[in-house]
C-alpha cells in the first residue's frame, strides 16, 4: 500500500514536473525566430503543414506570407495536437528531413544508439564489477592500489579523450576498423551482423573505459564496506570460507546499491553519448539532437527535449522503486 | 583511616584556590586543533590529493604566466604557419621542439625539397658580382651586356643540389635522409626524411605597394638577411597546380611537374630507381628583364609590386625573431601555447565562479529549506525537482540562443551552469540542517534568544561547510567537461581571436587527427591532466573532512 501511494504520487509528479518544462521550452523555443526552407514549394508546403498545427496562418501562400499565431494558442494547439494527431503527434521535423513527422524519426535514429550502448554495457558490466570485486577481496595490496589507480585516471579522462585515442592508434595509425559506423542497413545487412558490429566497434570501445572504471570504482567502494560488517564475522565464525562468506553474504548485499545504478545506465541507453556519436558519426539520436540544435529544427527540438526528459525522470523513479525490489527492507514511501 | 563527615566540615578548612577576578586555568601545553586544522592535517598526509593539488596549481601557473612569457599574445594569428610542429631554438639543441617531421618522400618530392634549399642559396650579391664581371669581360670599358647575363646565369647554375642540402634553409638536409626501400607495383623507391616544416614552407608570393617594398629592401640591407629572391615567371609555369608556387622556380616537364635537370627532362622511370643526389644544376624559370638580367620583382598594375619572399625569413622581418612556437601551432595559425593557456584561462574562471554562486545559492536555499522544513521545504523541494528534471544540454542550448547575443557567450553559459548546479549544494545543506537543527546546543543558543538567522548561520550552517566544499569541488570537474563538450559540439561559439576554449581547440584539431595529431594531443592531454588532478584533489578534501566516509564513492 505503501509502496502504490509512493508510485503514484511519483508519476504525477513526475507529469507536473514534464508539463513545466513542457511549457518553458516551448515559450523560449517559439522566441527564436523562425525560418522558412529555402525551396518555393518545400516553403510553401512547411507553412501550410504550420498552419494545419495552428502555429501561424497564412495570408498569402504564393507570396509567403503569413503571421504568427500567440504563443499562448500555438501551445493550445502543440498539447491538442499531442493527443489527437494520430499521424504527428509532436509535429514535423522543418529542416533536417522536411516533412517527417518527429516521433518518427525518433524511432528511425534509435536503433544505433540503443545498439551501441547495449554493446558497451554488455562489455563493460561484467568487467567493471569484476575489476571492483576483485580490488575489494584485495585491498590494501599492490593489486588493489592498480587497480583503484587506474580506476581513477580512467574515471576522470573525458569520454571525447578515450574516443580520439581509439581512433588514431586503431584507424589511423593500425589500421583496423573503419572509421565510421555504417549508415544503412542495406550495406550492414541487419543491427546484428558482424559488419556492423565491427564498424561500431571504436564508438563501443570510448563508450565502455569510462564505465568500466566508473563500475568498478562504485563496486570496490560498496564492497569494501560491507566486507568489514559484523555479519561477515559472523558468518565466518560459523565456519564459512572466505570465498563462501564473500558470495553468500557479501555479494548480495553489496549489490543492493550497484544493481539500480546498472538499470539506470540501460535506461539512459535511450538516449546515448551526444559526443561520442557526433565523433564516430554514429546516425543516432545525439546526432540528430546536436543538427536539431544547429538547424534551429524547433518541432525535433521540442520533442528530443521531451523525450530527453521523459528518459531521465522515468530512469530516477525507477531507481528509486528497484531498491525497494531489491532489498525487501528498504520501503519506499514508509515514514 | 580517620573517617570525615562531609557535612561538617569547619569553616576554617575551607581556602580560596583562587582571589582575582579571573579564572587562572592550566594553559594546554599544545594548541588546540580545530575543524579546519584537523582537515588539513588529514590532507597533508594523503600523498595523491598533495601532487594533485600541485598539479593544479602548476597548471594554473602555466595559464596565467604563459601569455606573459611568451613572444606572442592570444590575438597572434599566423595564417601561413598554420598547424605547424613545436619548434624552439633552445628545446632544438636536446633534440626536443625541432619544428621537424619524420616524412616518406618519393624522389620527385625529394627533389623538390632540394630545390627549395638551392634557390635559398641564391645571393644577390654574389650574382651582381658576376654579372658585373661580365659586363665588363671586354676589358675595354664598354658593357658587354650578353656576357653579363651570361655570367649571371653560370652564377645561378653554378649552385649544385648539394649546395643546396647545405643551405641553413633547405628543409632536408644530408644527415636526415636515411633509410630507403620500394614499394608499390611499379617498385617506386621511396627514403625515410626528416624533413623541416617550417622550411618546406619555401617561397610565397607577396604583393607589396612602393613604400612597403622600400622599407623590406632596407630592413634586407640593414640585417643583411635576404628576404627578397629571384621573381619567378610565371607565365612559364605550366599549370593552375604550380602557378601560384613559386616553390616551382625551376623548369619542368608536363608530366609529373618533374624537374629539368642539366637540360634533360626527367621520366616516370627516375621514380624507381635510387636518385643520386649529385652536383646537377635546376633550371630556372626566373623573370628577366629584357637584358636577361634576374629581377626580383614583377610590376602589377598601379602601385603594387609582386615578390617573392623566401617566407621564413620574411617572418623574421615581420616580427624581429624566429618562428618560436614552443608547442606549435594551432590549425587557424595561432600560437598553440597560448591558446592553451587562454583555454584553461576560461576553463578555471569559470569554475571558479560556478563554485563561488552554486556554494552562495545552494547555502542559503538548502539552509531555508532544512531549517523552516514543513510546507517551506515542500514547496521548495519541488522547485528543485522541476529545475533538475530540465536537462543540462537543453538549459545550455537555450540560455545560448536566447541570451547569448545579449549578454555575451561565456556570461550566458555561467547562468546556465548556475541555473541547475546549486541543487546539489542546496540538497547536502539541507541534509545537514536536518541532522543538527534538533541539537541540543541549538535548542540553548534559541533559549538564549538566538535569532532564526543567527542560528542558521552561526550555529548551524558551520556544520555543513566540510560537506559542501567537497561536493563543490568535486562539481569542478563535471564543469570543465560540459563546457568542453559544448564547445567541442559547437552548441555554444567561444573560439574568437581575443580567447578560445579548450572544446574548441578539440575540435578544430579533430579534422587532423591522422595526419597532425599534436593539434588535439596538447588540449587533451591539459583537459585530462585537469580532470584527474581536481578529482583526486576532491577525494582528499572529502577524506580529510570527513575521515568516516573514506573510500566511499559517489
Redesign the interface.
Known sequence: MYMLKYVIKRVLLMILTLFVIMTMCFVLVKMLPFQLPLQKSQAQATLLKMQAYGYLTVTDIVALEYEINPIGEQYVNYIKNIFTNKEAPWGYSWKIKTGEPVNDLIIDRMPPTIILNVYSLIMSVPLGIGLGIYAALKKNKWQDHVVSTLVMVFVSVPSYVYAFLVQYLLFFKWGLFDSAVIDSLAEAGGWFTWSMFKSMLMPILSLSFGTIAGLARFTRAELTEVLTSEFMLLARTKGLTKGQATVRHALNNAMVPILPTIISMFINILSGSLIIETIFSVPGIGKVYIQSINQLDYDLFMGLTMFYTVIGLTAQILVDLSYGFIDPRIRMGAR | MEKINIMDIPKNKFVFAQLDDRLHDKKFDTKPIGYFKDAWLRFKKNKSSVVAACIIILIVLFALIAPLVSQYDVTYIDTTYNKMPARNEFLSNFGIATGCKDKQMNNNLLLRNIAIGVASVFDWDKYYTAVDNGFDSNGDGTIDVVAGAAAGDAYIDSITQTDGLNSPYSPISLDSIGKSWTSGAQQYYYRDVEIDLYNELGFRYYEFTKAQLDELLIWQEKSGIQVIYPMIDTTKNISSFNFNNPNYWFKHGNVGYYPIINGTPLTNSFLSEEYDINDDYFEDNYLRNSEGIVQYFEKKSGDNYRVCLLYYNYYIYKNNHEPSFILGTDAQGYDMCVRLASGIQLSLLLSVSIFFINFLIGAIYGAIEGYYGGWADMIME?IT??LA???F??VA??FQ??LAHKVGVVPSLLFSFVMTGWIGTAYRVRTQFYRFKNQEYVLAARTLGARDIRLMFKHIFPNTLGTIITSSVLAI?GTI?SE??LS????INLGSSEGTSIGTL?ASG?SY??TI?HL?FWP?LV??ML??S???FGNGLRDAFNPSLR???E
Open positions: 519541488r525537482d522541476i528534471g530540465v536537462p544540454i537543453v542550448t537555450l540562443l536566447h570537474p567537461f568542453s563538450m567541442y559540439l559547437g552548441i578539440l579533430r587527427l591522422g595529431p588535439i587533451s583537459i585530462s580532470m584527474i581536481f578529482n583526486l573510500g566511499v564513492e
